[in-house]
C-alpha cells in the first residue's frame, strides 16, 4: 500500500505559476513510476505529466513546455511546476503511483486559474 499526500494547490491569475508537491509513503520510491492528473468539474480525469524510475517524462501536449514534472527519490517527493498557467488549468490535481501493477491515489488539490 502507497499513501499520497499531495500539496501546493491554490488560486493564482492567469499567467502565474504554482508548484505541487506530492509525499509518499513506502521505502522503494526509487522505483515507482509517479504521475499527475487533472480533472475538471464536468470532465474526466486526464493525465498530466509522469516520471518513471529512470527520470524520463511524458507530458500532455498541451503543457510542454509550460510544466515540469520532477522527483526527489531522497524525500520521497514529486513535484509538478506549472507557470504561464491559463484558465483551462483549473481541476482537481491528483498524485499518482503505479507500481507492480497497482494504482495509488492522493486526495487531489485545488487548482484556480482565474482573474
Known amino acids: 500500500q502507497v499513501q499520497l499526500v499531495e500539496s501546493g494547490g491554490g488560486s493564482v491569475q492567469p499567467g502565474g505559476s504554482l508548484k505541487l508537491s506530492c509525499v509518499a509513503s513506502?521505502?522503494?520510491?526509487?522505483?515507482?513510476?509517479m504521475a499527475w492528473y487533472r480533472q475538471a468539474p464536468g470532465k474526466q480525469r486526464e493525465f498530466v505529466a509522469a516520471?518513471?524510475?529512470?527520470?524520463?517524462?511524458n507530458y500532455l501536449d498541451s503543457v510542454k513546455g509550460r510544466f515540469t514534472i520532477s522527483r526527489d527519490n531522497d524525500k520521497h517527493l514529486v513535484y509538478l511546476q506549472m507557470n504561464s498557467l491559463k484558465p483551462e488549468a483549473t481541476a482537481v490535481y491528483y498524485c499518482?503511483?503505479?507500481?507492480?501493477?497497482?494504482?495509488?491515489w492522493g486526495q487531489g488539490t485545488q487548482v484556480t486559474v482565474s482573474s
Open positions: 499518482n503511483c503505479n507500481f507492480a501493477g497497482s494504482n495509488y
Open positions: 513506502g521505502s522503494i520510491f526509487n522505483f515507482y513510476t
Open positions: 516520471i518513471i524510475d529512470t527520470g524520463r517524462t
